[in-house]
């Protein structure tokens, strides 16, 4: 039983350029426009998901820059390197880059661009909404910088507390640009959301029930919904920061009638799940890289499926563990010790799965599969020490403490970071057409695992030790100084170790051996098509007898006609069993996302001086989208439809 | 284990307790951690595929259901463990909260400050209440009800060797308590990041002997004397004439301000600046100096005294004991 | 690739941008080191404009607090805890004139302002020479002037996290300061 991909003409790698053949016409019809103008107009999801997935890594490398920096700061007792205005900058935005411009938008995006192909469609279902979700995601960004470049960076945390990021006590504008990016930011994050769920249950290949679906779709569907659960929350809660400054609303004034523990409930009720959210796709990564490299599906596809699920829901019921130290009554609290518990059960249920599918299969370390080991090494510590801190007498010794970066990082790096980076290695090849080099993959590995455990292991130690974290230096007195150096030592190593991925990535980019469809001998639909995909990633919709679609033990795969190649069409499939439902057509790359989210730009950032930039930006926001959904014109038929034997 | 300064280095019953938790969370982490590796390094090991693209993996049913079968036990035991630490936890918890029997406690109300702490002892007759700042006494044996609030932003109350952590929220009146149980001197914190200083709001705990207690808080309530010294007398104009009479208060004197640290005893504390340099006639001139280049963000200004009427203002300041 | 090239050209130019937007935004400098000389060279300053013969160069002395949001909002902690409202009542008057209006009995700009806090004024205004450093007074003086709207909205306040009094700095209409009135007319409050 091996994995059969489909026959070469069903895959495009035959004379695409010929109008004659069904590659060429679709070619035709689904490239990108020409130059420059092609790129800002395009609504490939492929195409923007890679510039989405560049732009994040680029974040990503910015905040490292800024976590290096932090650490050369502690490295020492009393350091006069970076004083505690420009620190307090740093961890803030380290923190909020982190979490709002990398971690969430790294995930959605890596979604944006497999989901459609291993579901067996063309596009995602609303392409010119995600083209408006990269843009408004850009802004957001850059917005963060450019102001961080101006001394207006952000310095109240990433978790941004009042009353220290109320108008009294945090001057000038660094939190409002700070609350307008979480605003960006969330639109983009909704937005991706709504393209995945939307994708997923309208346009899955024919014969792909929902049980039928791979596992890294489940995981990117949970992520989805919880996104539209949590983000609003978020949102609104930055958009009651913003005009508790500008326009002098009461909700964070106590003396008004207002109370600084709404803020942390409305936070945190957004940034557990959030954690989640991004720990989630990680495991839908892992899924799919242990079942190619054990070489046999994953164990217990129903236990995960649940377990993926359960964990959405438990995390929305997890948040006050965040709020041990403020005075909420002692059973309330206890509750949460409970639920925090509870959801190591099913997160526990999925790791043993994983195991047992490596256990009972012919495991194979190339640089995908140790990535999964280390996932499961570092993130099972992550998940240990947040077992102290669920704990809430323990808690309230640990909390603010070094302990919490210790273990978030773990969770983070552990748990998002090293599926990501397996992912990478192991995805790499479908996207660039190149194979990236083993040799540097293990490196690099082994740099970023012994980094990651010399840099946060003494953290957890320190927490212990009484530092309390936030700070930009400590006394020598402490004693601290031995811990911290070490751990500033280890941040070295993760930055040799990234920089060794960086050197791999170009490398491989410019003389890495080619690839070809499918070097892994993958079960899911995107090793079925070429390497890269082609701008319409199928020739035909094929049909999926299996869960495993490529490794079921029919001959080649069966696929659908009649789409039309002279029109952007996708074929949409019922909910639950995936038959063939109706044809639906897409439109063409268009300028209008852009411009609409450049008038959500002016809106937004004058909003920050001003409340009439809400009036102004809205009333050109409004002129985009009716720019938007203004009615076609019905296109004539330009060529005839031509049935095609399969 | 004593571990100076942390959270193992308990001196009173709250810290114990929660310490000998974390030590059983410590123990069962690590059993559970070397388990899981144990089983990922054995799955590691067997039937290792040689080429890339290799043969799939053939696994009968027979394998399928020792596996479910192996899962749901490590399921259960995962639950059972849980079980166990809930328990646990909710017993630690129910042990540390305040002894609502207690004899006589010592109420202290907290207030924070952007960045240092003041410190009021009730007593049951209102002329014998006390303020203090940035030194925190309290008698061995006698559990203490601490009051929290905040004058600003959010602080957060921590003495590692004696409870956890509470936070003092502004419209909000937190409590916790503390008692000591044994004598000893330590270095507490604040615990939540409350702006530029964060890092540098801490403040001395003293636990003593009841008696030596008593002799301390009789002494905090006297009034500063006037200086009978010249150099000193000389330092007491300075002080009121100049900007250190905008913010500080010594009782007894003109001085009544309470912006900033009271500072009728300021020569009896172990340190100045909120815990940051010890309590020397060096470092106590380079902070009037010039407090923004030791603590920079910090409410005190630098104050450019000429050399003369600083050591006038140092003499006078050492007076006040 | 070429989306590979058209992304980092994009990321490269909005650096650029950014950087070139200004390395140092006046409004959010924080100035912690700044040392405090002794009291401005406000002896310069005249509370009329008018002069026989050539008018004298400017002060030099410029406030180094204006349009700085850090320093004002330092101004209005510094108004509140040193009891200024004791006669101002948070800008409204009461013993004190009122200090939101655009009436300036001694000068709106910020060394005059300087000037009325070291020197003390008729019927009331203490002295506080020597007591506030120079640092200080430039932040109490421009926070004064935001309370009549003199300086701009962005780096003036918002609310206080306390009852709401009165509208906040940031919220007040922009104003230009109107000429100090020749003829002496004693403020309301002292007219019998």
Redesign the interface.
């Known amino acids: 039983m091996s994995a059969r991909p489909l026959p070469a003409e069903h895959t495009g790698e035959s004379d695409p350029k010929s109008i004659e053949s069904v590659h060429g016409r679709l070619e035709h019809v689904w490239r990108n426009g020409p130059g420059l103008w092609g790129w800002l107009t395009s609504v490939n999801h492929k195409s923007i998901a890679l510039r989405s997935i560049i732009t994040a890594f680029a974040f990503f490398a910015l905040a490292g820059v800024e976590a290096a920096l932090m650490r050369a700061q502690l490295a020492r007792p009393e350091s006069s390197l970076i004083g505690p205005d420009r620190y307090n900058q740093l961890f803030t935005v380290h923190g909020s880059t982190m979490m709002f411009l990398f971690a969430v938008p790294m995930v959605q995006s890596v979604a944006l661009y497999f989901v459609p192909i291993m579901i067996g469609t063309r596009n995602v279902a609303f392409p010119r909404l995600n083209a408006f979700g990269y843009w408004v995601y850009l802004i957001g960004g850059v917005l963060l910088y450019a102001a961080l470049f101006t001394n207006t960076g952000p310095d109240q945390g990433w978790f941004s507390y009042v009353p220290l990021a109320g108008p009294e006590f945090s001057p000038g504008k660094r939190v409002d640009i700070w609350a307008q990016m979480i605003t960006f930011t969330e639109i983009a994050a909704i937005v991706a959301a709504i393209e995945v769920i939307v994708t997923v249950f309208k346009q899955r290949a024919p014969g792909m029930s929902l049980n039928r679906v791979p596992l890294f779709v489940w995981a990117m569907v949970v992520m989805s919904f919880m996104v539209l659960v949590a983000m609003p929350y978020v949102a609104t809660a930055s958009m009651m920061l913003a005009m508790d400054r500008l326009i002098a609303t009461q909700f964070f004034n106590y003396a008004e009638g207002g109370d600084a523990l709404l803020w942390q409930h409305l936070f945190w009720f957004f940034a557990h799940p959030e954690v989640y959210i991004i720990f989630i796709p990680g495991l839908g990564m892992v899924s799919s890289i242990v079942a190619t490299f054990s070489r046999r599906p994953v164990f217990g596809y129903t236990a995960i499926v649940l377990s993926t699920v359960s964990i959405g829901f438990l995390s929305f019921g997890l948040w006050v563990h965040h709020m041990f130290a403020t005075p909420l009554p002692q059973t309330g609290q206890s509750f949460f010790t409970a639920a925090s518990a509870m959801i190591a059960i099913p997160t526990g249920v999925t790791i043993f799965c994983w195991i047992a599918t490596i256990w009972s299969g012919r495991p194979r370390f190339d640089t995908p599969m140790l990535y999964v080991v280390g996932f499961i090494a570092l993130f099972t510590i992550g998940g240990l020490s947040g077992l102290f801190l669920s704990a809430v007498p323990v808690d309230l010794q640990l909390t603010d403490t070094f302990f919490l970066p210790g273990h978030i990082h773990y969770v983070l790096l552990g748990g998002m970071v090293f599926p990501l980076f397996g992912a990478l290695h192991y995805w790499f090849p479908k996207v660039t057409g190149r194979m990236m080099s083993e040799r540097l993959g293990k490196v690099s590995f082994w740099l970023l695992f012994v980094g990651v455990n010399v840099t946060f292991f003494p953290q957890l130690l320190l927490g212990a030790a009484g530092m309390p974290r936030r700070v930009y230096t400590y006394l020598a007195d402490t004693g601290w100084g031995g811990l911290n150096l070490t751990s500033s030592i280890g941040a070295g190593l993760l930055a040799v170790g990234l920089l060794v991925l960086v050197v791999n990535i170009a490398r491989s980019l410019a003389a890495g051996p080619p690839a070809g469809a499918d070097p892994w001998g993958g079960e899911t639909l995107e090793w079925a098509v070429s390497s890269p995909a082609p701008d319409y990633n199928f020739a035909y919709i094929p049909i999926v007898h299996g869960r495993s679609a490529l490794w079921a033990d029919t001959g080649d795969l069966d696929a659908v006609s009649g789409l039309r190649e002279d029109r952007r069409e996708v074929l949409q499939t019922t909910m639950l069993d995936a038959e063939p439902d109706s044809r639906h057509e897409h439109p063409d790359p268009t300028i209008v996302p852009l411009l609409a989210a450049l008038a959500t730009g002016v809106t937004l950032i004058w909003g920050i001086f001003d409340p009439i930039g809400f009036a102004v930006g809205g009333a050109l926001t409004f002129l985009a989208l009716g720019a938007w959904g203004w009615p076609q014109k019905t296109k004539p038929n330009t060529h005839e439809i031509v049935e095609v034997p399969k | 284990m004593t571990w100076a300064g942390s959270i193992f280095d308990t001196a009173g019953g709250p810290a114990e307790r929660i310490a000998r938790l974390t030590w059983f969370l410590i123990i069962v982490s690590v059993v559970t951690y070397l388990l899981l590796l144990v089983a990922t390094g054995i799955a590691m090991r067997r039937a290792r595929a040689r080429r890339l693209r290799e043969q799939l993996a053939d696994t009968g049913p027979d394998t399928e259901s020792r596996l479910t079968r192996n899962i749901s036990i490590a399921a259960i035991a995962t639950t059972l463990i849980l079980l166990v630490y809930v328990t646990a936890t909710a017993r630690t918890g129910k042990a540390i909260a305040w002894p609502v029997n207690a004899r006589q406690p010592l109420t202290i109300e907290v207030t924070g400050h952007q960045w240092w702490w003041q410190f009021r002892y009730r007593d049951s007759v209102p002329s014998n209440w006390l303020t203090t700042s940035n030194e925190l006494h309290i008698p061995v044996g006698r559990p203490v009800r601490v009051i929290l609030l905040s004058n600003d932003v959010i602080h957060s109350f921590w003495i590692p060797e004696l409870h956890g952590k509470q936070d003092l929220i502004p419209g909000h009146r937190n409590t916790t308590w503390i008692q000591a149980d044994r004598p000893g001197v330590w270095k507490a914190r604040c615990a939540e990041f409350c702006g530029h200083q964060h890092a540098k709001m801490a403040f001395d705990v003293v636990a003593e002997s009841p008696a030596r207690f008593n002799q301390w808080y009789v002494s905090q309530l006297t009034s500063a004397q006037p200086p009978t010294d010249s150099s000193a007398r000389r330092g007491h104009d300075v002080f009121m004439q100049r900007t250190c009479i905008m913010c500080h208060t010594i009782s007894g004197t003109q001085a009544g301000s309470s912006v900033g640290p009271e500072l009728t005893h300021i020569a009896s504390r172990p340190s100045i600046a909120a815990g940051t340099l010890r309590n020397t006639r060096e470092n106590l001139g380079r902070w009037i100096l010039n407090p923004q280049l030791i603590k920079p963000g910090v409410r005190m200004p630098p104050n450019a005294f000429p050399p003369a009427d600083m050591n006038a203002l140092l003499d006078y300041l050492e007076t006040l004991k | 690739?070429?989306?590979?090239s058209?992304?980092?050209l994009w990321?490269r130019a909005?650096?650029v941008?950014?950087?070139a937007?200004?390395?140092?935004?006046k409004?959010?400098?924080?100035r912690?080191?700044?040392?405090?000389?002794?009291a401005p060279a406000y002896a310069a300053v005249t509370l009329d404009t008018l002069q026989p013969g050539v008018p004298s160069p400017e002060l030099s002395v410029k406030s180094p607090s204006e349009g700085n949001?850090?320093d004002?909002?330092q101004g209005?902690?510094l108004f509140e805890?040193?009891n200024c409202s004791g006669c101002h009542s948070h800008g409204g008057g009461g013993m004190g004139p009122p200090l939101m209006d655009n009436e300036w009995i001694y000068g709106s700009s910020p060394e005059n302002i300087v000037a009325t806090i070291v020197e003390g004024r008729p019927n009331g205004m203490p002295s506080f020479r020597?007591?506030?450093?120079a640092?200080?007074l430039w932040q109490l003086a421009a926070y004064v002037r935001s309370m009549s709207g003199l300086e701009a909205?962005?780096?003036s306040?918002?609310?206080?996290?306390?009852?709401?009094y009165k509208?906040?700095e940031?919220?007040t209409p922009i104003r230009t300061p109107r000429a100090s009135s020749s003829r002496n007319v004693p403020a309301k409050s002292e007219r019998p």
Request: charged fraction near 25%.
């Open positions: 690739m070429r989306t590979i058209f992304g980092q990321r909005v650096a941008a950014a950087l937007l200004g390395l140092a935004c409004r959010e400098e924080r912690f080191n700044a040392t405090s000389p002794s949001a850090y004002i909002s209005k902690q805890q040193w020597n007591r506030i450093t640092n200080q909205k962005a780096p306040p918002g609310r206080d996290d306390d009852m709401q509208v906040d940031q919220r």
